[in-house]
């Protein structure tokens, strides 16, 4: 499960950041990025993950400007929360 508060960094951003989230015990985890249309957008992250603290990389460049949802999911654990992409 997903055992620290994920977050992405920098929020609002405008070219690059990372989510960073924490495992108490390996499990699969799958990071993605929807638009507010409910569309997925960017898959981040995809597998098996050790326990501890990650952080993967979002590049948001190619996005356009607005708000997204990003989702960390962990075995049976989801934690979600929004970002902004500014131009």
């Given at each position: 499960?997903?055992?620290?508060?994920?977050?992405v960094?920098?929020n609002p951003?405008?070219?690059?950041?990372?989510?960073?989230?924490?495992?108490?015990?390996?499990?699969?985890?799958?990071?993605?990025v929807?638009?507010?249309?409910g569309?997925?957008v960017a898959?981040?992250?995809?597998?098996?993950?050790?326990?501890?603290?990650?952080?993967?990389a979002?590049?948001?460049?190619?996005?356009?400007?607005g708000?997204?949802?990003?989702?960390?999911?962990?075995?049976?654990?989801?934690?979600t929360?929004?970002?902004?992409?500014?131009r």
């Amino acid at each position: 499960a997903v055992e620290t508060e994920a977050r992405v960094t920098p929020n609002p951003i405008a070219g690059t950041g990372r989510v960073e989230f924490g495992l108490a015990e390996a499990a699969p985890v799958t990071v993605e990025v929807f638009n507010a249309l409910g569309q997925r957008v960017a898959v981040l992250a995809e597998g098996t993950y050790a326990a501890g603290t990650h952080a993967v990389a979002f590049d948001a460049r190619d996005l356009p400007a607005g708000v997204y949802v990003w989702r960390v999911r962990a075995d049976a654990a989801v934690q979600t929360g929004q970002v902004v992409v500014v131009r």
